[in-house]
């Protein structure tokens, strides 16, 4: 999604109706509720909501978490886009000529009560790609004395995909999910390429056999929407179709990823600057050994 | 009490893929792009068994009569104009469906994964797909023009 980084500067007009779709899942009953907000400058959608749910009409049932685009719970279908309501300003979407903002629950995830979407499908979806590094060894992962070899180019070549919060915008958005559950959808293609192309990644090939079904990237039909609503610039629509050449050439035989990270064991060096006093370890503590005694730490010798 | 309570699917389903305002996306000509082969490619199926009857019409009627017929379609008549409606059917499959192989098959014109930096746009949205997409539309409209200007002018 692009963002216009001056939307916060400028001031929205002063009062905004907010045009609300409702659901009741008591009753079944749908319907769009209207409600007139006093806005300030800087105010975000999901600020107005909070207002309206505060002062106007505590039923309004809605998600949120972090207020700042991190946490992916807040999105929302906002005049007709897909977006986080803690993200947008008022003054981006809503105009002095037409000063209405619609918001829907988000499509394609069921709707639990009004703006309040369930998300376990699109788990779900995300769990079915395996999405956590993989290696032949198993134990060499639980020691931490080494780390895997890796450049800057290769980081970068995955670092946008890493970016993901999860929000279910980008699957909101797919003109595929929106006719077929089997798809797995954007977010979790993208999370499968992240791991195919991560170097610290063994099982490419455990992986691109799993999703060589009609649920992975042959299903995409690149109506690129995925990336036009990413709040992350994740790129969902560019990864699914590096997935599917790299499919298409592993079946070819063609496909090999590039290079596999080696272990490399790092050396712990003595930390050149040495420590405040406040920061080096208490004697007799060793915070590898539970259930002992509590030290006895000397605060009032640390503070004087 | 406890009340029966019901989550309700929120999916548009088919319509999606035939409407692409469905969602009012900004910067996202490739769903209009979809949504138009879609329906060229879904036509096409059709044109053609309709174009398969149409070319069986000689051993209905004999070359002569066919021969009639076919002489009779100059300037504007039902046959031009359905040629008309089927080359720019075509042309945009076609040339879009050539962007679609660059794209989808081989992976090219997505652009590289980038570091993310205001405006945050997609690096797949500002690659050359973008521009091969505006050349389809181009080439469309030029080479729908000179279809027309053949089928009905000469
Ligand atoms: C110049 C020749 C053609 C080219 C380059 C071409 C290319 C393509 C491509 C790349 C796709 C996949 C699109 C996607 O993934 O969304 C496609 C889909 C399709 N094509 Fe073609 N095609 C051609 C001719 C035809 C013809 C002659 C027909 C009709 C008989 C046809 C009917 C279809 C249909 C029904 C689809 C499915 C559309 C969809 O699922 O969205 N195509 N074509
Ligand atoms: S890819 Fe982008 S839109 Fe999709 S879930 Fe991740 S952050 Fe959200
Ligand atoms: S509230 Fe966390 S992303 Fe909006």
Known sequence: MSFDPKAATRTPPKVVTFKVKRYDPTTGKEWWQEYKVETYRGMTVLDALLKIKEEIDHTIVLRYSCRMGVCGSCGMIINGMPRLACQTQIAEVATEANPVVTVEPLKNHPVVRDLLTDFTRFFEKHKKVKPYTIRKDIEEREKGDFEYEMTPEEHYNIYEYTLCISCGLCYSACPVVASTDRFLGPQALAYMWRYVADPRDEAWKERLELIDTDEGPFSCHYAASCSAVCPKMVDPAAAIQRLRSALLKYRLGMYKKEKIAQKKVVEVKPNPKPLPPEAQPVPGADPWKKNEEPVNIPIDELIA | ?154
């Open chain 2, 1 to 154: 009490m406890v009340e029966k309570l019901k989550e309700k699917e929120n999916r548009p389903g088919w319509i999606a893929s035939i409407n692409p305002w469905v969602l009012k996306i900004k910067n996202n000509p490739e769903r209009v792009a979809f949504v138009l082969h879609r329906i060229t490619g879904l036509l096409m199926a059709l044109i053609i068994m309709a174009h398969i009857y149409v070319t069986g019409t000689p051993a209905r009627v004999g070359w002569d009569a066919w021969a009639e017929e076919i002489a009779k379609a100059h300037g504007i008549s039902a046959v031009t104009l359905y040629f008309f409606f089927f080359a720019g059917i075509a042309w945009y499959h076609g040339l879009n469906g050539i962007r679609l192989l660059l794209v989808e098959f081989f992976g090219v014109c997505i652009g590289k994964p980038e570091k993310p930096k205001p405006p945050y746009i997609s690096p797949s949205l500002k690659a050359c797909q973008r521009k091969l997409l505006y050349l389809v539309f181009i080439l469309w409209a030029i080479l729908w023009a000179a279809t027309g200007y053949i089928l009905f002018a000469s």
